[in-house]
């Protein structure tokens, strides 16, 4: 009995001194997903919708994701008074700078964003995916998309890679990926509970499908590897939205397949 004590603390000496990887050699790590998140500014009237953005980030920490923020380098649309609901005329803000604001200043520009260093791309919602990631906003079905985030949306969907989005910002891969299936919500607004139903028309109109899903619910659409959800599509309370959300970053990651 004592010199198998005298033998194991022998192996426990050796694997000390050996270094750490010999302590561990058994304990094989999983790497989780490697997620993008591609931010539109700060705020939702011209900006990403700061809520959606963290409760993605929420759910992709609990999902064991590794994530890294992106944002174009661009100019706003326009800014606007969140106070008052009304444009700053005065006022320039920067999409990069001010989306540097979520992510706790780790924030990358959009361009350098490419398939071979992540799993996976995630669009949040807010007016500034409709009025700087693209010209929905102002020109509807007619609109343009930038151009980073163009490359990004078919890139990613050219390698085989799955794409979240929330909100408004379904729009994107509506104009991008011919046939793309995607949820807003609801398509009539139900006495207000739907505001923005008429996006389900738009994305249509764009040649994409629409497919009619809760506030708390995630369309996958398995071919294009696609998962979107309504968010602040429908006027409810946080935690609905927070769970839609939270559908849509389960969808994507089982996409993964890690």
């Given at each position: 009995?004592?010199?198998?004590?005298l033998?194991?603390?022998?192996?426990?000496?050796?694997?000390?001194?050996?270094g750490?990887a010999?302590?561990?050699?058994?304990?094989?790590?999983?790497?989780?997903?490697?997620?993008?998140?591609?931010?539109?500014?700060?705020?939702?009237?011209?900006?990403?919708?700061?809520?959606?953005?963290?409760?993605?980030?929420?759910?992709?920490?609990?999902?064991?994701?590794?994530?890294?923020?992106?944002?174009?380098?661009?100019?706003?649309?326009?800014?606007?008074?969140?106070?008052?609901?009304?444009?700053?005329?005065?006022?320039?803000?920067?999409?990069?700078?001010?989306?540097?604001?979520?992510?706790?200043?780790?924030?990358?520009?959009?361009?350098?964003?490419?398939?071979?260093?992540?799993?996976?791309?995630?669009?949040?919602?807010?007016?500034?995916?409709?009025?700087?990631?693209?010209?929905?906003?102002?020109?509807?079905?007619?609109?343009?998309?930038?151009?980073?985030?163009?490359?990004?949306?078919?890139?990613?969907?050219?390698?085989g890679?799955?794409?979240?989005?929330?909100?408004?910002?379904?729009?994107?891969?509506?104009?991008?990926?011919?046939?793309?299936?995607?949820?807003?919500?609801?398509?009539?607004?139900?006495g207000?509970?739907?505001?923005?139903?008429?996006?389900a028309?738009?994305?249509?109109?764009?040649?994409?499908?629409?497919?009619?899903?809760?506030?708390?619910?995630?369309?996958?659409?398995?071919?294009?590897?696609?998962?979107?959800?309504?968010?602040?599509?429908?006027?409810?309370?946080?935690?609905?939205?927070?769970?839609?959300?939270?559908?849509?970053?389960?969808?994507?990651?089982?996409?993964?397949?890690?």
């Open positions: 009995m004592l010199a198998a004590r033998a194991g603390c022998g192996r426990l000496l050796r694997a000390a001194l050996a750490p010999s302590l561990h050699c058994s304990a094989r790590r999983l790497r989780g997903a490697r997620v993008a998140v591609v931010l539109s500014g700060c705020g939702v009237y011209d900006g990403t919708e700061i809520h959606e953005a963290s409760a993605i980030l929420v759910h992709l920490s609990r999902g064991g994701a590794e994530v890294q923020m992106y944002a174009p380098d661009i100019p706003q649309m326009h800014v606007i008074d969140h106070s008052k609901g009304q444009p700053a005329e005065a006022e320039s803000r920067n999409v990069l700078v001010e989306s540097a604001r979520i992510a706790r200043g780790k924030i990358t520009d959009l361009a350098k964003l490419t398939t071979k260093d992540h799993d996976a791309v995630i669009f949040p919602g807010g007016f500034g995916a409709a009025k700087n990631l693209s010209t929905f906003a102002v020109d509807g079905k007619d609109c343009k998309v930038n151009g980073e985030v163009e490359r990004v949306l078919k890139e990613f969907h050219k390698a890679k799955p794409i979240g989005l929330c909100c408004i910002s379904p729009v994107l891969a509506a104009k991008v990926l011919s046939g793309a299936e995607v949820t807003v919500g609801h398509e009539e607004e139900e207000g509970k739907w505001p923005y139903a008429g996006t028309g738009a994305i249509k109109a764009l040649g994409g499908k629409h497919c009619v899903k809760e506030v708390t619910e995630a369309h996958v659409d398995v071919n294009n590897k696609m998962v979107t959800t309504p968010a602040f599509m429908c006027e409810t309370e946080l935690h609905h939205i927070f769970d839609g959300i939270g559908a849509m970053v389960k969808g994507v990651l089982k996409l993964t397949g890690k």
